[in-house]
């Protein structure tokens, strides 16, 4: 079993910055692939970012690239979402999640945390 509990999300005004972080915990082998989701009100739940092959390689969305940048701290088992130059679009509850390796479908992910809020003011 594998547990994600996010936190760093708050209220940032339009161009600002947050830092997202996803403490990982139980068979954290079973994390090779870490990505962050979002889900705006009324929205569906869209992809973020992704880090593969425990931080080899990594992808984005393109409404954030550039903007954001996923990393991994395997030392203290966490997985970092560093969010600049934000934008009112950015706001949404923001979900990590864990999975095998590969290429995965939203669906393949084995595990979720609850979720932090991210309010970007304009």
């Known amino acids: 079993q594998v547990q994600l509990v996010e936190s760093g999300g708050g209220l940032v005004q339009a161009g600002g910055s947050l830092r997202l972080s996803c403490a990982v915990s139980?068979?954290?082998?079973?994390?090779?692939?870490m990505a962050w989701f979002r889900q705006a009100p009324g929205k569906e739940r869209e992809f973020v970012a992704v880090s593969r092959w425990f931080g080899l390689t990594t992808s984005y969305a393109d409404s954030v690239k550039g903007r954001f940048t996923i990393s991994r701290d395997k030392a203290k088992n966490t997985v970092l979402l560093q969010m600049n130059d934000l934008k009112p679009e950015d706001t949404a509850v923001y979900y990590c999640?864990?999975?095998?390796?590969?290429?995965?479908?939203?669906?393949?992910?084995?595990?979720w945390g609850q979720g932090t809020q991210v309010t970007v003011s304009s």
């Open positions: 139980g068979r954290t082998f079973s994390t090779n692939t």
């Open positions: 999640a864990a999975g095998p390796p590969g290429r995965l479908k939203d669906d393949e992910y084995a595990y």
